[in-house]
């Protein structure tokens, strides 16, 4: 009786096949994060990861049976704001408040410093290769500007790009070959091509949007983009070829982030500041990497 009533508590019988598409349903209680909820991330059994489970400072663990808890607590002065995992299954965060990229040993929980630079405005959300080089966006909010940065397996930074608006939402196409970057003041959706050395070129832009903000980006497994739409309770699908699909409403307004998960991979989880919890949805593509 108790797993039946943690697993209506927590949605996840809305996962399952019959489910309609595109229809978001709630899958934690509201208030269950912090108004930083933020940085979805499915490892290899399935189990969903979070950042700021009931306090800042925290990574939540939601099992796929419904159980949450808190995975790990960070150290003082570190919030993270995105979870991503390296070839090794090993988690990396963006450490926005402690200025680093952050790893946790996922077998004892141990939390390290990956990569810090003095450079650093406040990481803030990250993609990681198949060869386990990651790209961070880096925004100055303050000042409206943003940087964009490679760092390599041994956690050594590159700055590729200084010269950006307020840099947040970050992806990699299917192939590798194209790095998305938004803006998420200005509006802009920027697409790199990524060269074989871990360096970009041929910076264009992808679309741009006329109102609302833009946050956390992934793609599915097609290569259609995926943009939380802050502020509007949207997410917007593109094309690879920048032509708007459609748009997928979800219950709370201030959209934050979103991740491919479930069993077919067909599942999109959803981050909510303004309802603190996490939505959920079925997909009709399942998302890169499944």
């Known amino acids: 009786m108790h797993k039946l009533l943690a697993l209506v508590a927590f949605g996840l019988f809305t996962a399952c096949s019959t489910s309609k598409f595109y229809k978001a349903t709630d899958l934690t209680p509201e208030g269950s994060f912090s108004s930083n909820c933020e940085g979805p991330n499915v490892d290899k059994a399935g189990n969903l990861y979070v950042v700021n489970y009931k306090q800042d400072g925290t990574v939540g663990k939601i099992t796929p049976t419904g159980e949450a808890s808190v995975f790990v607590k960070l150290p003082d002065g570190s919030t993270a704001n995105s979870i991503r995992f390296d070839s090794r299954g090993d988690m990396l965060l963006a450490d926005f408040t402690g200025h680093n990229v952050l790893k946790i040993n996922m077998k004892t929980r141990e939390v390290t410093t990956f990569c810090h630079d003095n450079r650093f405005n406040q990481p803030n959300d990250l993609c990681i290769s198949s060869q386990d080089v990651i790209f961070a966006s880096d925004p100055n909010w303050k000042d409206g500007t943003g940087q964009l940065w490679r760092i390599d397996p041994n956690g050594k930074a590159t700055l590729l790009d200084g010269y950006l608006g307020t840099t947040n939402g970050i992806e990699l196409s299917p192939d590798e070959r194209t790095l998305y970057v938004n803006e998420s003041v200005q509006l802009k959706v920027w697409a790199f091509d990524v060269a074989a050395d871990g360096s970009v070129f041929n910076k264009r832009l992808f679309t741009k949007f006329e109102d609302f903000g833009l946050d956390g980006m992934k793609c599915d497994a097609e290569g259609n983009l995926y943009i939380t739409r802050y502020g509007k309770g949207m997410i917007a699908v593109f094309s690879p070829e920048g032509k708007l699909l459609h748009e997928i409403p979800v219950k709370g307004k201030k959209v934050s982030n979103l ?19 996490v939505e959920q949805f079925r997909n009709k593509v399942k998302g890169k990497g499944f």
């Not at 491919?260 to 989880?269: A, I, N, R």
Request: charged share 25%.
């Open 259 to 277: 991740a491919f998960g479930g069993p077919d991979g067909k599942t999109v989880f959803v981050t909510l500041q303004d309802r603190k919890c």
